[in-house]
């Protein structure tokens, strides 16, 4: 099957300006998961969603952060605007259920804001 | 709160020997689950083994096995025989509270570097 798949692989862009990440689960894991690494720093979750709905958004930094997850397939990451301390690296992961199954990452965006 | 510490930021072992890595967790939600993950140096996130909090026996995936001392609260993982392309952070992370499908806590990571 095929794994989680994250695009861009990479994205540099300005201070104040916006970028979307995009994140396809694997199919049929309802459960959709947001994670940065910052650079030096620990892995922090971001949020989680079940199908189309956020279970829980506790980790988004700020309202900067925009997740989307329409038709529970997909989901997006916007940043608007993107400011310095964005930069890192922006991890996706899904499950198949809520419980204990082992989250599959995608192989993340590296994210620099210059 | 729930917590996991790694507190070897970096490992050193010889090629075929074996290495442990350490992780401790804090939690006083009586069911949980362990993960270990590897990242190597091509950044993606690679699940290894899984250990869960009423599991009586110690997990195996191969040359992976995970040292779980509940009373302890440790979940170290053990590599046997390690190979070069072990070299990468090793990630030690716990899931709780089974009703909700909680999201994973990672602990700050440890760097392996395997010698040949």
């Known amino acids: 099957e095929a794994g989680v798949t994250q695009f861009p692989s990479h994205s540099v862009i300005e201070k104040g300006q916006t970028v979307t990440l995009r994140c396809d689960p694997i199919?049929?894991?309802?459960?959709l998961y947001w994670y940065r690494r910052v650079m030096g720093k620990e892995i922090k979750f971001l949020l989680h969603?079940?199908?189309?709905?956020?279970?829980?958004e506790s980790g988004m930094p700020n309202n900067r952060f925009l997740a989307e997850r329409t038709g529970g397939t997909y989901s997006t990451l916007k940043v608007q605007p993107a400011e310095l301390e964005d930069s890192g690296v922006y991890f996706c992961a899904s499950s198949v259920d809520r419980g204990y199954s082992p989250l599959h990452f995608g192989n993340g965006t590296r994210l620099t804001v210059t | 709160a729930q917590k996991i510490t790694q507190t070897q930021p970096g490992m050193f072992v010889q090629e075929k020997e074996a290495v442990t890595l350490d992780c401790t967790y804090d939690?006083?939600?009586?069911?949980?689950?362990l993960f270990w993950y590897k990242q190597p140096s091509s950044g993606e996130m690679i699940f290894l083994i899984y250990q869960g909090s009423y599991d009586q026996q110690n997990a195996t995936e191969g040359r992976y096995s995970l040292n779980f001392q509940k009373a302890r609260k440790s979940a170290n993982l053990v590599i046997s025989a390690s190979q070069l392309g072990d070299s990468a952070m090793y990630f030690c992370a716990m899931r709780w509270d089974r009703e909700y499908g909680n999201k994973l806590v990672f602990g700050a990571g440890t760097i392996l570097r395997v010698k040949s």
């Open positions: 939690t006083s939600d009586p069911s949980y689950g």
């Open positions: 969603f079940v199908k189309e709905s956020k279970q829980d």
């Open positions: 199919s049929g894991h309802d459960n």
